[in-house]
């Protein structure tokens, strides 16, 4: 069974960090494009990050956001078939459900599986 599974959110006062995983069953991470999403309350749903393999060895990263370069990396382990995304200096307009995806590109509409999300909190 295919499945995507977000931990690691909570509530977090500004300035400070999280770390989300998104852990994979069913298939393998590395074969795929990951990126993580986020929809916060009665907003539409964004791209923030995705990492796919470009080559043999080397990822190719891509930030959707310019509101999250410098403060969220994305970052894979193969062995442990998930995918991470670290957060620091969290603002309160970073408060949403925060969502992992698999698919064939960094695009969203290329996503095939998704994850039930994981929400995250910044406030003080």
């Known amino acids: 069974q295919v499945q995507l599974v977000e931990s690691g959110g909570g509530l977090v006062q500004p300035g400070g960090s999280l770390r989300l995983s998104c852990a994979a069953s069913?298939?393998?991470?590395?074969?795929?494009?990951i990126g993580w999403f986020r929809q916060a309350p009665g907003k539409e749903r964004e791209g923030v990050s995705c990492i796919r393999r470009s080559g043999v060895r080397t990822y190719y990263l891509e930030s959707y956001l310019e509101s999250v370069k410098g403060r969220f990396t994305i970052s894979r382990d193969n062995a442990k078939n998930t995918v991470y995304l670290q957060m620091n200096s969290l603002k309160p307009e970073d408060t949403a459900v925060y969502y992992c995806?698999?698919?064939?590109?960094?695009?969203?509409?290329?996503?095939?599986?998704w994850g039930k999300g994981t929400p995250v909190t910044v406030s003080s």
């Open positions: 995806a698999a698919g064939s590109s960094c695009l969203e509409r290329d996503m095939e599986h």
């Open positions: 069913g298939f393998t991470l590395d074969d795929y494009a």
